[in-house]
């Protein structure tokens, strides 16, 4: 059975860093896609990022380009995401996702969720 593992959330700063982890585990990590997605309160869940399974492609949502890195490390069966310059609106549970098939940015497009890690970044 697929498990998605995430960690590294917290409360910061506005400005501040973090680094998120996903742990996956019952499957071939190395032969899947992986994706960041977010929720706001009130909010619906928006694609973050996503990176193909050689690290070969490497796609963001607009808001977070220049500020949040993906990577993934397929001998650990762990994905990253490092958050930089923080805003207060980047303040979410982000969830980390395995790609299945179609559209990277598209939620119907992962099979698998982790459970989320909460981000809270204050003003």
């Known amino acids: 059975q697929v498990q998605l593992v995430e960690s590294g959330g917290g409360v910061v700063q506005a400005g501040g860093s973090l680094r998120l982890s996903c742990a996956a585990s019952?499957?071939?990590?190395?032969?899947?896609?992986m994706g960041w997605f977010r929720q706001a309160p009130g909010k619906e869940r928006e694609f973050v990022a996503a990176?193909?399974?050689?690290?070969?492609?490497?796609y963001y949502a607009d808001f977070v380009k220049g500020r949040f890195t993906i990577s993934r490390d397929n001998a650990k069966n762990t994905v990253y995401l490092q958050m930089n310059s923080l805003k207060p609106e980047d303040t979410a549970v982000y969830y980390c996702?395995?790609?299945?098939?179609?559209?990277?940015?598209?939620?119907?497009?992962?099979?698998?969720w982790g459970k989320g890690t909460q981000v809270t970044v204050s003003s």
């Open positions: 990176i193909t399974r050689i690290s070969g492609l490497i």
């Open positions: 996702a395995l790609h299945r098939s179609g559209s990277l940015a598209t939620m119907n497009s992962y099979n698998y």
């Open positions: 019952g499957h071939t990590f190395s032969n899947s896609a």
